[in-house]
């Protein structure tokens, strides 16, 4: 099979693992990445950094896919002004699965979200645009991952679960079933989630 072209928006640490995850893959050939001004030049695992994202119009000329490779813990706002301004300038966004993650047949995934290495998704999970899966994350049947979220990894996400758009669930958490996350939060690492949580949970209530 034929790869197909994409370029990776993003050069930091995070990039270094989308391309390790694309390159196992093999079904995309990176062409490059798109970084900060500074970072043009910069070698990347062996790709270049092309060019800062205010050229991204003249690239999705000649490259038709991208993936955004920033990461996200405290605010998904970066992700999401990258993934609108690449959708805006034409590009398609890719996704992406690491052959080394379990992901059942029963599970649908947008736009833009990579899942990374010994990831786990058993049957009915829903995974929204632009989502990070990371490493080890075991997202068990019938939850939802909205849009713009990073789980991260090591994660223990059990059954019927929400997590609402703009989340960041951190290292080794463990969510019990039923539990909704609530937009753009920030659970902390090691976590232990028993009750909903959004703006007005206190801590010790979860």
Do not use: W
């Not at 902390?188 to 949970?201: D, Q």
Request: glycine content about 10%; hydrophobic content about 40%.
């Amino acid at each position: 099979m034929k790869r197909k072209d994409i370029i990776l928006i993003g050069a930091g640490g995070h990039a270094q693992s989308c391309i390790d995850v694309i390159e196992e893959e093999d079904k995309y050939r990176i062409i490059g990445l798109i970084g900060k001004r500074e970072e043009v030049g910069k070698i990347v695992l062996g790709y270049e950094v092309l060019s800062d994202d205010l050229q991204l119009l003249t690239l999705s000329k000649k490259v038709p896919f991208a993936l955004i490779a920033t990461g996200q813990i405290n605010s998904p706002r970066l992700r999401v002004s990258l993934f609108q301004k690449a959708k805006q300038a034409g590009f398609l966004m890719a996704s992406i699965k690491s052959p080394l993650a379990y992901v059942s047949r029963n599970v649908k995934i947008d736009e833009g979200t990579i899942i990374m290495h010994a990831a786990v998704i058993n049957a009915g999970v829903r995974i929204g645009k632009n989502c990070i899966i990371n490493s080890k994350a075991l997202i068990e049947h019938n939850v939802t991952v909205s849009d713009n979220c990073h789980v991260s990894t090591g994660v223990l996400i059990n059954g019927d679960v929400t997590i609402s758009s703009g989340s960041f669930i951190g290292s080794g958490s463990v969510i019990r079933e039923g539990v909704t996350i609530g937009k753009n939060m920030v659970i902390s690492m090691g976590s232990v989630i028993r009750k909903n949580v959004n703006f007005r949970t206190r801590l010790e209530e979860v």
